[in-house]
Each structure stands twice: as C-alpha cells, then as structure tokens.
C-alpha cells in the first residue's frame, strides 16, 4: 500500500500528539520513543514502505488468548529449584544454564534476583495490594547494610503504601526517601558478598487514571485498559554502589539486573491478559475473580497489560508463538502488527542471535508514547491502530519496540545514564530490518530521515550521544539519541565493513547475555573485532 504523502504524516502526527497531551496538562510530556507522535520538529523514523509483507497466518480474531505453550523440558537436576521458569524460555535459552555446559551462565543464574508477587486487583480495577517475596543475592564486592528497592508508582505520585517488612522473617522498620520513591530495608545480619536473603513487603497502591499517567502511562487505568508497568517494589540495581539517582521526566526510568518472576495475579474475571513471561494457569475462583498465575526470567521487568474487550490474532516463527492483542474494529491494525513483529524475529535473530522465549506479545494501548518495551511484551500506542493505513509510522513503532527484546532485555544497560545504547541501536536494527525487508533504496530512505527529521529538528547540533537522560532538554532527547545515535552506528558500521560489524553486534549479543553492557565494552569489542583503534570514531559522536 501507499505510505502516506509526508507533510500528511507529520500533520497527523502533531494532531495525535496534541490529542494525547491535552487531557493531561498537570503533567509534563516525556519525550517520545521511537514511534511516538513528535512533536512538529521531528518525525518518526519508519521504512518508506510500498507494500506490506504477506502474514505467514492469517488468523481468526478470538476474545481469549490460546492457551499456551509447549511442555516444560525435563530440568537438569540442577535447575530444578527453577524449573517453572522454564517454561517461558525456548529450550535451548533454557539448556544454556546446564552447569554441565556453561558453569559460569548457572552461577550467574544462582545468583539473580527472584520475585514471587502475590498481587489484587481491586473489582473495578482503581488500586491493587500485594506481598511481595525477594530474594537477592549480594554480587557486588561490598558488604551490604542495607538493600535499596525503588517504588516507581511514587515517581508519579500515585501514592503506593508499604505495610509490613520482614527480612529471613524478622521485621524490620524500613525508611522512605526520594519523595517516597526509594525503600531503604535495614538487614539485621550484614550481608557478605556472595550471601543471600529474602525480603518480604506487603504494599498497596491506587492506580492512577487518565491517559499519560504514570510515565507514558505505564501504570494507569485508561478507558478500560489496564496497565501494571513497574507497580511493584523492585530491587535497585547496584554497580559501585546503590543507583538511587531520580529518572529524568522523559526516557525510561528502569535500570535492573536480570531477574526470575513468579506472580500470582487476582482480577476481575473478563479481563484478557496480555504479561511478560508465560501464563502457566488461569483459574477462576467462583466469585467473578480469576487467578493468573504468570511467570518468567530472566527478566529486566514485569509488566501486564489486561483490557476486558482484547481481540487476538497468533502466528509463529519457529517455535515462538507470537500474539497480538488489539480492540475490536482494529483487525486490520492487529493483523499488520502481527505480521511487523513476526519478520523483525525473523531478521534479528539472524543478526544478532536467537530470542529467548516461547512467546512475544504486541498489545495495543493508549500511551503517550508511540510505543514502550518490557521483556516479552511489547506496547504500541492504541492510536497506531485506528489508521492503519499509515503504516510508516505503525511499523517503524512495532520494529523499533521488538528490537528492544536484544538491546535492553537480555542486554542490559543503564537506561538513565547511557540510554543511547540501547535506544540508538534498536534505531539501527530498524534500519537492518528496512533493508533485509524493503532493499538499500528504502534503507537509504529511512537514513535520510534520521539525518534530516530527527537530527535536523534540533539543528544537527554535535553533542555527544552517550550524555545522560537529563542531559537532553526538550526535543535534544529525541533528536540526538534517536537520530544522531543510529548514524554513529552507521559510521562505526562503514569503519568496520558489514562482516565484522555484524560479527561485533553477535559478539556483543552473546557475550553480554543478561548482563549489564557498558559504553567502555562496547569500545572495547568493537575494537577488538576491528583490530584498529576507533578513538577517534567514539570522540566524534559519543563522548
């Protein structure tokens, strides 16, 4: 089909824009992600598409998901303690932990955080309450005092409560800081490194309602659709010391180590369940409530996105099923966006390595963000879908958002601080994704918009790329992390020749699996493959 005539997009885009902040003049506007509806200076960075790629399915609409998944892998006697986390993971991700085959991949699952929530929602869906059980292993090289947990909803003001906190049982009187976003737990018995314990917190929050809250609306309830991005106390994570600075208004505000989750979650009953991980039950407990119980790892976040008029079309590559969720009327939309995320699997994994779990899903809804990334589960903006039609703007969101499953899920990074290293390089895979999928002219194309829309829309002002969040006022954000970060890529990717770049981003992969990467690695590697040194290259555009 015809993308749309350019100044028609951008003059969409604007009014969507303008539609999505309106009701919410309180609260500043993030900047946006990848797809998200820019503001006049800027434009989204999407293939110029003439056709739309065949769906492999062509699937009937359902009101409840298809149950789920293939049987768990007999455990290695090992991992047996984390058998039901296995099935969320393709075998071989799962294979991988075998201490008979990767000893340090099983120590460095021994020693990753692990959440059980037990989590209820309230019948009309305005506050949940929870307990949630931690357990942390210390693998820093400190003694720790104390362990640091961010209650995100506070960032927003939502007003989450903490009740009772235990630690190996005792309790423990905890402290309140950053505005009651940072959870200071006091140990009772220092922890050595290499030590572990178990936290116990029960806590409750209203759900905060209305389009733009709680970040983009990670977490809000907004015209039925329910969203429980970051709603639990989470572990911060520590490199030097304990990372409590305050997330800048834009960007994400997540920085995690990977971690295992196991949530039980209680709801009204015609809710359709869209959640990171794999849904091993659903249980209805007679009263008009069900029980979820959902799980998964390892997992930078835990995020469900519920809606009670959810429609669902499925497909599959390989052995990954793929979902995507979507209102009624929007079936045009949900085939599309299920088709987008099924070929970008297909072309990252030939990039960069195989994805990790049985199943992706892509859920529509409304944020004020084009779309936003958790582990497994993508969200796309619930605006993408009544024009699909347009499908610049609507694929490069669902590409864009995929490509975060390699560049922030299983490769980590400290989204506040280095956001470039993962928000420039899912901009490149984009760019990989145009040109296996649409050729170099298309390619060329989509270049030419990040030179001239993004970069260009703040002047094509030579900051440096690798700067944190708050260093980027306004439009910066957008322009140099989304648009001069991508072309540093491409710069680096002609230095190298594309051999050794693609060898860099598969080394990269790989050897950065469920750990935090660093700009100093990155560097690092991508000198080493290139046998040269690219100072010079990394003065230039990252700082």
Same mark, same amino acid.
């Given at each position: 089909? $015809?993308?749309?005539?350019?100044?028609?997009?951008?003059?969409?885009?604007?009014?969507?824009?303008?539609?999505?902040?309106?009701?919410?003049?309180?609260?500043?506007?993030?900047?946006?992600?990848?797809?998200?509806?820019?503001?006049?200076?800027? /434009?989204?960075?999407?293939?110029?598409?003439?056709?739309?790629?065949?769906?492999?399915?062509?699937?009937?609409?359902?009101?409840?998901?298809?149950?789920?998944?293939?049987?768990?892998?007999?455990?290695?006697?090992? =991992?047996?303690?984390? !058998? @039901?986390?296995?099935?969320?993971?393709?075998?071989?991700?799962?294979?991988?932990?075998?201490?008979?085959?990767?000893?340090?991949?099983?120590?460095?699952?021994?020693?990753?955080?692990?959440?059980? =929530?037990?989590?209820?929602?309230?019948?009309?869906?305005?506050? =949940?309450? #929870?307990?949630?059980?931690?357990?942390?292993?210390?693998?820093?090289?400190?003694?720790?005092?104390?362990?640091?947990?961010?209650?995100?909803?506070?960032?927003?003001?939502?007003?989450?409560? %903490?009740?009772?906190?235990?630690?190996?049982?005792?309790?423990?009187?905890?402290?309140?800081?950053?505005?009651?976003?940072?959870?200071?737990?006091?140990?009772?018995?220092?922890?050595?490194?290499?030590?572990?314990?178990?936290?116990?917190?029960?806590?409750? /929050?209203?759900?905060?309602?209305?389009?733009?809250?709680?970040?983009?609306?990670?977490?809000s309830l907004d015209r039925g659709s329910?969203?429980?991005?970051?709603?639990?106390?989470? %572990?911060?994570?520590?490199?030097?010391? *304990?990372?409590?600075?305050?997330?800048?208004?834009?960007?994400?505000?997540?920085?995690?180590?990977?971690?295992?989750?196991?949530?039980?979650?209680?709801?009204?009953?015609?809710?359709?369940?869209?959640?990171?991980?794999?849904?091993?039950?659903?249980?209805?407990?007679?009263?008009?409530?069900?029980?979820?119980?959902?799980?998964?790892?390892?997992?930078?976040?835990?995020?469900?996105?519920? @809606?009670?008029?959810?429609?669902?079309?499925?497909?599959?590559?390989?052995?990954?099923?793929?979902?995507?969720?979507?209102?009624?009327?929007?079936?045009?939309?949900?085939?599309?966006?299920?088709? *987008?995320?099924?070929?970008?699997?297909? %072309?990252?994994?030939?990039?960069?390595?195989?994805?990790?779990?049985?199943? =992706?899903?892509?859920?529509?809804?409304?944020?004020?963000?084009?779309?936003?990334?958790?582990?497994?589960?993508?969200?796309?903006?619930?605006?993408?879908?009544?024009?699909?039609?347009?499908?610049?703007?609507?694929? /490069?969101?669902?590409? @864009?958002?995929v490509a975060h499953q390699w560049w922030?899920?299983?490769?980590?990074?400290?989204?506040?601080?280095?956001? *470039?290293?993962?928000?420039?390089?899912?901009?490149? /895979?984009?760019?990989l994704y145009v040109l296996a999928t649409?050729?170099?002219?298309?390619?060329?194309?989509?270049?030419?918009?990040?030179?001239?829309?993004?970069?260009?829309?703040?002047?094509?002002?030579?900051?440096?790329?690798?700067?944190?969040?708050?260093?980027?006022?306004?439009?910066?954000?957008?322009?140099?992390?989304?648009? $001069?970060?991508?072309?540093?890529?491409?710069?680096? $990717?002609?230095?190298? #020749?594309?051999?050794?770049? !693609?060898?860099?981003?598969?080394?990269?992969?790989?050897?950065?699996?469920?750990?935090?990467?660093?700009?100093?690695?990155?560097?690092?590697?991508?000198?080493? %493959?290139?046998?040269?040194?690219?100072?010079?290259?990394?003065?230039?555009?990252?700082?």
């Amino acid at each position: 089909m $015809r993308p749309m005539h350019p100044i028609a997009f951008l003059l969409l885009m604007l009014l969507l824009s303008l539609a999505g902040c309106a009701s919410t003049p309180t609260l500043p506007t993030p900047t946006p992600d990848i797809g998200t509806a820019p503001p006049a200076t800027t /434009s989204t960075l999407a293939p110029t598409a003439t056709h739309t790629p065949t769906p492999t399915v062509t699937p009937t609409p359902s009101r409840t998901p298809a149950p789920s998944i293939t049987p768990t892998p007999t455990p290695i006697s090992a =991992l047996a303690p984390w !058998a @039901h986390y296995a099935d969320a993971l393709r075998p071989a991700a799962w294979q991988a932990f075998d201490p008979a085959v990767n000893p340090a991949a099983f120590k460095q699952l021994a020693g990753m955080t692990t959440y059980s =929530l037990t989590v209820t929602l309230a019948p009309d869906l305005s506050r =949940l309450s #929870g307990i949630a059980r931690i357990g942390y292993t210390n693998q820093t090289t400190a003694t720790l005092d104390a362990i640091y947990l961010r209650l995100f909803p506070n960032l927003w003001r939502a007003g989450m409560t %903490v009740g009772g906190v235990q630690v190996a049982g005792t309790p423990v009187t905890p402290t309140l800081q950053s505005n009651a976003s940072i959870l200071r737990v006091p140990l009772t018995t220092p922890l050595i490194p290499g030590a572990a314990t178990a936290l116990t917190i029960t806590y409750a /929050s209203p759900i905060l309602p209305g389009e733009g809250a709680g970040n983009y609306g990670e977490f809000s309830l907004d015209r039925g659709s329910l969203a429980l991005g970051h709603s639990y106390p989470s %572990v911060v994570a520590y490199d030097t010391a *304990w990372r409590l600075e305050k997330p800048a208004e834009q960007g994400d505000v997540t920085f995690h180590d990977a971690a295992f989750y196991d949530v039980a979650l209680t709801g009204p009953s015609d809710l359709v369940v869209a959640a990171t991980g794999a849904t091993l039950a659903e249980t209805a407990n007679g009263d008009g409530a069900t029980t979820w119980r959902l799980s998964g790892g390892p997992m930078r976040d835990f995020n469900v996105i519920a @809606h009670a008029d959810y429609r669902l079309y499925s497909g599959t590559v390989g052995d990954i099923t793929v979902n995507s969720y979507f209102m009624p009327g929007a079936e045009d939309g949900g085939r599309k966006a299920l088709t *987008w995320a099924m070929d970008a699997l297909r %072309v990252f994994e030939k990039e960069f390595g195989p994805y990790p779990y049985r199943e =992706l899903d892509v859920a529509a809804m409304p944020t004020i963000a084009g779309g936003i990334e958790y582990p497994g589960l993508v969200a796309i903006d619930i605006r993408a879908y009544q024009n699909p039609n347009d499908e610049t703007f609507f694929e /490069s969101v669902v590409v @864009h958002e995929v490509a975060h499953q390699w560049w922030y899920n299983v490769v980590g990074n400290d989204q506040i601080n280095h956001p *470039w290293l993962d928000e420039a390089l899912a901009q490149y /895979s984009t760019y990989l994704y145009v040109l296996a999928t649409y050729g170099e002219e298309d390619a060329q194309g989509f270049v030419d918009r990040v030179t001239n829309l993004r970069w260009g829309g703040v002047g094509y002002k030579e900051k440096p790329i690798g700067l944190p969040v708050a260093a980027y006022p306004g439009a910066e954000y957008s322009g140099l992390v989304y648009g $001069r970060g991508p072309l540093f890529l491409l710069a680096l $990717r002609e230095r190298l #020749g594309e051999e050794k770049m !693609a060898e860099f981003l598969r080394r990269y992969y790989t050897e950065n699996t469920w750990r935090i990467a660093t700009p100093d690695g990155f560097r690092r590697l991508a000198e080493e %493959v290139a046998g040269v040194d690219l100072g010079d290259l990394f003065r230039r555009w990252v700082g």
